[in-house]
């Protein structure tokens, strides 16, 4: 086969696609990897064929001169998949429209797509690709597949939010009257099709099949065909520093923020200094990825290391704390370490840590209690008490049981 995978520039989107990337070439497909210019280089250096396209996104040059979006974003979430974290009875008609209406279309979807469609669709009618997998808002890519009748898959990297509230809206739509059932995101999406002889169906927001790496006891399930396939941990090329050869004589507490809220914002929005300082009576040895320019002052249990492989940074510690984003979750459940989330509302990060502390394997604190107390108990409880450590060991397993990379392949083979 042909496969084209397609991503825009947003790493944090690019890493959970190459374990699948690389098993196709493995099996000894033809995999090239699309995505705008500013992600070229991280495509490369998994090994893959880059093919850029397009102009880079604005998200962050907008995000800098907007600062009421930045702020509406990092304190409540963007609209409409914040109402995920919410009641049930949030989920409303009227909230769901205004979210796609006056934030998703214009500030995600098209922001990121429009730069891109041309020269993807001009690639696929080149290259002719039997299979297209894309990252769930790179929506050029399902555009692309069907303009040259490639079969198509979504291939997730957080909770589907996507698909969830998709369907919550769809049905929800079926009750308004003929008046008031605008689809702001279909609409954007027939526009686009029009260029290029494609017709709107809402396989086209959900792949005729979605890839799901999410352990299904923390996966959202919003009814759509799934593929199960286990998350492997990726991290871009890595260099193996001497200090993590060695077990650590005191237990480790790894402090990792993700890369998506410094790409977007310039920094995180988590107090580090404050949530070391919290740290400080531990009788434990502290591990910070940012680098020490980061920080005002490291108190003398903690060592900044600046980035290292996570995964071989995480399976030698004794607990996580970290931000909840899905990628830092999947790779610490997937080593097995208990974890405590502090839960930014951005996007599916409180989702997340709740079901991970649901099963046992971790503990939960809002961003609005990082008082030193709490942040001190909660780590003390995650390295003292061996139930969280049971918890994150069958977190473990269930993920270790999902078919892996190369399994999947054969799957998609089918299609």
Known sequence: MRVLLAAYAARSHLLPMVPLAQALAAAGH???????????GDIAAG???????GR???VRRVLGARPDIAGRLRNAGMP????????????????????????????????????????LVEFCRFWRPDLVIWEPITLAAPLAAAAVGAAQVRLLWSADLFGHLRASFTELRGTRPVEDRADPLAELMERWGARYGVTFTEELLSGRLTVDQTPPSIRMEPGLPCLSMRYVPYHGPSVLPRWLWRRPERPRVCVTLGITDGQLHGRSSLPLDELLSALAGLDADVVTTLPAHHHRKVPANVTAVGWVPL??????????IHHAGWGTVCTTAYCGVPQLALAQR???GPLLARSVAAQGAGLVLEPENLEGDRVRDCVRRLLEDPSFRRGAARLREEMRSMPSPAEVVAELEGL
Not at 47 to 53: E, H, I, K
Not at 81 to 108: C, H, I, K, M, N
């Open 47 to 53: 090994g893959l064929t880059a093919v850029p396209v």
């Open 311 to 320: 995964r071989a940074l995480v399976s030698g510690s004794s607990a996580v």
């Open 30 to 40: 033809e995999v090239r990897v699309a995505s705008q210019p500013a992600l070229a």
């Open 56 to 58: 880079d996104h604005i």
């Open 346 to 348: 951005e996007f599916d």
């Open 80 to 119: 409409p998949f914040d109402l995920a974290q919410g009641p049930p009875e949030s989920v409303t008609w009227e909230a769901l429209s205004a979210g796609y209406r006056d934030f998703a279309v214009p500030w995600l979807f098209r922001l990121v797509n429009e730069p891109m469609l041309a020269d």
